[in-house]
């Protein structure tokens, strides 16, 4: 390359005098040298080194000829600091090797007379840093002395130092020429042991594989290689450890861990084979070994001595293929691997020249066909060594990336949207070479990345490309830093340009090119992504969409005159139309530029209402726009409105409007009294009309609250708040309301009808200005919803719930949730849930985006169907067969309209496996979907895309439709059942008759008249209509009848075995199972009141809510612990028989069911979290079942508790039963209170029974002073007597006074009342003749 990325530093010399040559670096150092050569040839070398670096800290140790050993400690950022240390000047001492140990913190030198040394080096240097230096037992302030044994003719040659643990110590390993390796325990201060080597060794290594195997490499004086195992543990048992964690954690257990087993060279088994040195034979002479560690990994290196070829081994010792293979150049003497470059020693002889090549590895390996060739582009940069250097040790070196923090602020914060941050290495590799007169250090002398931009930014890609590939830098990231750049510079095609070459992600892309002003380019790349479907994946699809529209609001904004409304329709269009941007986001950013109508419309279709009410609270403009408040107050977001931060809009708008909005809606009439109270003198009279027609303690809703004892606060659910909205027509709160207490109700009321009295009597009567009642009324109705003509309650067959397969439907206030798994998109909830994955309950939003009111639920194996309270049905999930009724085999993820029934008024709807039966209001039956068993009824056997009317049923007039897996049943009113379908299993009920494709009466049942008909998988159960009730089935699963089979076989071979006859043993395949027969249900006391068949399992519901199952139990789908896991029950068994229950529903092998106080339970198989929860790890497996079960029912959480439809809470004998099951308080909700109460008293005293017109007087205005007074006189324990009085003190009303004193008996206050009144108005106070008068009055 012709970029210098190294520069060579000296870091010190050693020269005459036992001086030390400062640092410096290349420049300064050529003011040194003399025609290459260093000017004063030193006398004293460099003999031995050591270095180390840790962390941020490097320590070299330097034994000089001049019997001195220099420390040098150099950290980052900092000048090196250095100490020079006198040595023995006797020959015997001549340090022969050292090494660091500790961490840097000392070095162990070994001499000539075989003595060891452990000299502290940075106790000398920097004592703070070794503040716990003592405890490991060496002097931190004078040298530690060993002898070794045999100390006459043992000469050291090298020395290592190795941790270990078996004896917990740090061991000395030294080398010596006699061909030994000697053990020192250096905290014992005594040799151990010695093992011989038969070659004078040269050079030892300590290499660590892992955890797991520690040896020695050895090489000797005629270039042998051997391998001595030191330690090596249990190779076992780690693996060992994980799978018992995993088996403890699966049981709930402690796993006790034991100590790994050490096995070592130092233990007793020191004879053994492993303990022995190897010899490593399969290298030649010529090949050198070396410990390399790269990227924190530990490699052996092969250098090949006589060719251009470098091989990189794992360090086990059972593997020696290479991992790595390189080219090198020829003649190299020394190489050392770094993590991204090759540094190659090379002597040119001639010119007594040391050169230092620098080759990127990546670049560097070579191929299987041309081993020997180096490529160009791998040779990075060569730097010559001063003349006459003779390298003794090179080593690892990594230094700061200064020049890479000092990047332009602008380019180091990044895109946001960029989350991946570059790998921009904190750390630069170098190296440090140590030759015999200096100490140089190799090391960048520019920044990477800033080198790799600079090159991106010549156009110098490919060099860049080298560069990006030899320091494994992340140059996706760094292309996408070039783009950004060139964006800055407003160079868009060069910015385009570098983007493709970095091959980043488009939501990067799009986000730069918003940053810097190219918003309809950013918009451009975002609809073009978001158009290619499954290319983009879910997570960048709500970055895209968030990106664009944050980029379609700037557009609007900065838009003028017509593109102003286009720019606005594109915005409101893509909201609406876009599932994947964050709605929450989206709600306020919309809020923050105040596109009010924009965030309103998308909440509503988003179903996110609630959050943008919030948010508009959380931001609500000042001044207030009028054009806002005029939507806030249509009926469309007027509820949420005021539902939002807890009735927080109070405190936002102006009192009138506030009054407005309280007085108009009965559920913020009782939820903001003391707004009411407080504001009372400010509220208009046709407000403070409406206020009392719904606080008037005579009405059906509220009068309840006298109907308990005194000062009990009442908590209404929606049935009980539906009777106060009913007497206006309006639809029940979503939410619950808590009523007030029946005092603060009469206060409240008592203090509106006194402020409607005093308004009268300043302003008086007008009948034309003041609204009546049924004027009021009008008003109520007026601000319901428009809804669609609904089909009669009564003719919709309603449910709660509903299973499938693997999945469950749940209809709570109309809203309709599901769960389970969620393949081919039988859930409804599109990309929100993982198609292959698993869900908890969740809404379906789609349904609630267009506002539909769920009213019945089906679920096939793989689909589902959803039917409206208008009769609009809905259809979703696998469409192979066209279950999904839409006309064609796509899968649907979002709910569809079935537009072939649209406007036939659908009320019942019924799914098979694979095939859909609907009902309509004219009896007349559809049908679509798998056909090839003739289940579809159309007299063929070809599926149906679309419904299609069933033309033999034309003629008769069905009451109820049923469908399992292959076959399907109606019921008409005759209570005649008609089966058509496959009847392989005995579904059709006759004999000999495999399949129908026509509806076939069922004969055996028809002298029964049928009330109810339910069709499973593979069987069907009818109930009949007679005194007493008979339980009818026929047919049976394909797993009953193989089970079957197989016991009879076992049978037969045993009795032939044992030589007894065996005719008739064996069934016909139909069997019994094709005719009705009766299931025992004599001890079920109350009328059954629902059926439901599933695969192998059933479950009935009687009219006082009890519950019964029975079948087959292998996944404990009949709900009842106390059969011990039976695996099958014959006899219907009662379930949860505490509890009551509205609804039931059953899938596959599970089962569920709603409480009558909305409680959802569910029970059975649980693989794919159809019963709504995560299992947790105290459920236990049911043995010998090896799947997730749950053997009794529990609470599903998640769901809103279910409001009970009136129609599910109808039983066959009047509700008789059913009262005695619910407590006082919820048979008083249900039924309200017959008693006479004080309501009752009080309107029985009046003329006419009517509190709010309690006069014939026609022209006596409604809740005037007569109705006042009744209410003081009959409620006087409801209310503040002094606080009554004070208000009509305040208004001036004195002769309204004196009539509450009357009533109170308090004759002396009322006089007090009257003689104010006759005051009232006149300065001077009253005559003699007027005192008189009112006495007069007043007593006679």
Request: proline share 4%; glycine share 6%; aromatic share 6%.
């Amino acid at each position: 390359m012709a970029y210098q990325l190294f520069s060579l530093k000296t870091l010190l010399g050693v020269y005459n005098e036992s001086k030390l040559l400062p640092s410096v670096d290349d420049d300064a150092a050529k003011s040194h040298h003399r025609d290459g050569r260093i000017s004063s040839s030193p006398t004293h070398t460099i003999t031995r080194c050591a270095f180390h670096q840790s962390d941020q800290t490097s320590v070299s140790v330097l034994v000089r000829s001049d019997h001195f050993i220099t420390l040098v400690v150099e950290e980052f950022g900092e000048e090196p600091k250095t100490r020079s240390i006198q040595w023995f000047l006797s020959p015997g001492k001549t340090v022969k090797s050292v090494c660091l140990i500790h961490s840097c913190t000392w070095a162990l030198l070994v001499t000539e007379d075989a003595s060891l040394y452990i000299l502290p080096v940075l106790p000398l240097i920097d004592p703070d840093k070794c503040l716990s230096s003592a405890s490991c037992g060496y002097s931190i302030d004078d040298i530690t002395f060993i002898i070794l044994k045999g100390q006459t003719h043992t000469r050291p040659t090298s020395v290592t130092c190795w941790r270990s643990l078996y004896k917990k110590c740090d061991i000395a390993l030294v080398g010596s020429e006699e061909g030994e390796v000697i053990f020192v325990d250096l905290d014992a201060k005594q040799e151990i042991r010695r093992i011989r080597i038969r070659d004078a060794v040269v050079k030892l290594d300590v290499v660590h594989h892992l955890k797991s195997l520690t040896y020695l490499l050895i090489l000797t004086a005629s270039n042998n290689q051997f391998g001595l195992l030191l330690e090596q543990t249990n190779s076992r048992a780690g693996s060992m450890t994980n799978s018992l964690e995993v088996e403890a954690a699966t049981l709930d257990f402690t796993l006790v861990r034991r100590s790994e087993t050490v096995h070592s060279i130092l233990g007793p088994e020191t004879t053994d084979h492993p303990f022995r040195p190897l010899r490593f034979d399969q290298f030649m002479r010529t090949v050198q070994l070396s410990k390399q560690v790269v990227k924190g990994n530990t490699f052996i290196v092969a250098h090949c001595l006589s060719s251009n070829i470098l091989k990189v081994y794992d360090s086990s010792l059972d593997s020696w293929l290479p991992i790595y293979v390189y080219g090198i150049p020829i003649s190299s003497e020394r190489v050392f691997l770094t993590d991204s470059f090759i540094f190659i020693m090379s002597k040119v002889k001639k010119q007594e020249l040391t050169s230092v090549t620098v080759l990127s590895s990546m670049l560097s390996e070579a191929s299987k066909t041309d081993r020997d060739r180096l490529s160009s582009d791998a040779k990075l940069q060569t730097i010559v060594l001063p003349v006459g250097e003779e390298v003794i040790g090179v080593y690892r070196q990594v230094h700061p990336d200064a020049r890479n923090a000092e990047v332009d602020g602008s380019t180091n914060q990044s895109t946001s949207c960029n989350k991946s941050s570059t790998r921009e290495q904190a750390l630069v590799e170098g190296c440090i070479i140590f030759t015999k007169r200096a100490v140089y250090q190799i090391k960048p002398q520019v920044g990477f990345v800033d080198l790799f931009l600079e090159l991106t930014a010549e156009g110098s890609t490919k060099k860049a490309e080298i560069l990006g590939m030899t320091l494994d830098l992340n140059m996706s990231s760094l292309y996408l830093r070039a783009a950004e750049a060139k964006l800055r510079q407003s160079h868009l095609p060069e910015g385009i340009k570098l983007f493709r070459l970095s091959r980043g992600s488009t939501v990067a892309w799009a986000c730069l090119l918003a940053k810097f002003g190219y918003i309809k380019e950013s918009l451009s790349v975002v609809e073009g992504a978001l158009g290619k479907q499954g290319e983009v994946s879910n997570s960048d699809c709500r970055k895209l969409a968030d990106i664009a529209v944050k980029c379609l609001v700037y557009l609007h904004m900065t838009a003028e005159g017509n593109h102003q409304r286009l720019s606005l329709l594109n915005l409101e269009a893509f909201l609406a139309d876009n599932l994947d941007y964050d709605e929450h986001a989206a709600v306020t950013l919309l809020c923050e530029f105040r596109l009010w109508d924009s965030m309103l419309e998308m909440s509503k279709t988003r179903g996110i209402l609630e959050v943008a009410m919030a948010t508009l609270l959380n931001n609500w403009p000042d001044p207030l726009d009028v054009s806002l408040l005029k939507k806030l107050k249509s009926k469309t977001f007027l509820g949420a409105f005021v539902s939002a931060g807890n009735g927080a809009f109070v405190e936002k708008l102006p009192t009138p409007e506030t009054a407005a909005l309280i007085s108009s809606r009965p559920q913020l009439v009782f939820r903001h009294m003391s707004f009411i109270r407080e504001h009372v003198c400010q509220m208009s009279i046709q407000q403070l009309l409406q206020v009392a027609v719904l606080m008037d303690p005579t009405k059906p809703g509220v009068r309840q609250l006298f109907e308990k004892p005194h000062g009990r606060q009442r908590s209404l659910s929606l049935s009980s708040v539906a009777s106060i909205d009913s007497c206006y027509g309006l639809e029940p709160s979503p939410e619950t309301i808590i009523l007030p207490e029946a005092s603060s109700l009469v206060e409240v009321f008592v203090s509106v009808l006194i402020e409607l009295v005093h308004r009268r009597c300043q302003q008086g009567y007008d009948l034309s200005t003041e609204p009546s009642l049924a004027e009021i009324d009008n008003n109520y109705c007026d601000g319901k919803e428009e809804v669609h003509v609904r089909i009669s309650n009564s003719d919709i067959r309603r449910n709660l719930i509903a299973c499938g397969e693997h999945h469950s439907c749940l209809i709570s206030s109309g809203e309709l949730y599901t769960w389970g798994k969620a393949t081919c998109g039988r859930l409804g909830h599109g990309s929100i849930i993982p198609l292959e994955g698993c869900s908890l309950p969740t809404r379906v939003e789609t349904l609630q985006m267009h506002h539909q009111q769920i009213v019945t639920v089906a679920c096939g194996s793989r689909h589902t169907l959803a039917l409206t309270s208008t009769g609009r049905l809905y259809a979703w999930g696998d469409s192979t067969y066209g279950q999904v009724g839409c006309g064609d085999r796509k899968t649907r993820t979002h709910p569809s309209v079935v537009e072939e029934l649209q406007g036939k008024g659908c009320v019942e709807i019924a799914c098979g496996s694979y095939h859909c039966l609907a009902r309509t209001q004219s009896n007349r039956v559809w049908s679509w979907g798998w056909g090839v068993h003739g289940q579809l009824g159309h007299r063929d056997i070809e599926d149906q895309l679309s419904p299609k009317v069933i033309g033999t049923l034309l003629s008769k007039d069905i009451a109820q439709i049923g469908a399992g897996a292959c076959h399907s049943g109606v019921l008409d009113t005759d209570g005649k059942a008609w089966m058509f379908g496959s009847g392989a299993f005995g579904q059709l009920g006759a004999e000999g008759i495999s399949k129908s494709s026509v509806p076939l009466l069922l004969v055996s049942l028809a002298n029964h008249t049928i009330k109810n008909l339910v069709c499973g998988y593979y069987h069907n159960l009818a109930m009949t209509d007679s005194e007493p009730q008979k339980l009818f089935i026929w047919g049976k699963s394909p797993l009953e009848i193989r089970n079957n089979l197989q016991a009879s076989r076992k049978l037969k071979a045993h009795l032939k075995k044992s030589k007894k006859p065996h005719a008739g043993v064996l069934s016909k395949p139909q069997g019994p199972h094709s005719q009705p027969r009766l299931v025992e249900t004599e001890h079920i006391l109350s009328p059954i009141k629902k059926i439901v068949a599933a695969y192998t399992h059933n479950l009935l519901l009687t009219a006082n809510g009890s519950l019964y199952a029975w079948g087959r139990n292998d996944m404990d789908q009949l709900g009842d612990p106390t059969n011990n896991h039976k695996r099958h029950v014959d006899t219907p068994s009662p379930v949860m028989a505490a509890q009551t229950f509205a609804d039931v529903g059953a899938g596959l092998s599970f089962s569920a069911a709603v409480s009558h106080y909305g409680v959802v339970y569910t029970w059975g198989s649980a693989e794919m979290d159809q019963l709504g929860y995560n299992l947790q790890p105290h459920v236990s497996l049911v043995p010998p079942s090896t799947h997730l079960t749950v053997s009794s029912p529990r609470k599903v959480p998640g769901v809103p508790l279910i409001t009970i439809p009136a129609e599910l809470l109808q039983s066959y004998d009047k509700g008789e039963e059913l009262e005695e099951s619910f407590s006082e308080d919820t048979r008083g909700l249900l039924v309200g209170s017959m008693s006479t109460t004080i309501i009752d008293q009080l309107l029985s005293s009046l003329p006419v029974p009517s509190l709010s017109l309690p006069s014939s007087d026609p022209d006596q205005p409604p809740y005037d002073r007569p109705s006042l007074l009744a209410v003081l006189q009959h409620l006087s324990d409801y209310y503040q007597l002094p606080e009554v009085l004070a208000q009509c003190e305040r208004s001036g009303m004195w002769a309204l006074a004196t009539e509450i004193h009357l009533l109170n008996g308090d004759f002396d206050q009322a006089l007090l009342s009257s003689l104010s009144e006759v005051q009232q108005g006149k300065e001077d106070g009253l005559s003699l003749d007027e005192a008189v008068s009112c006495l007069h009055g007043f007593f006679w």
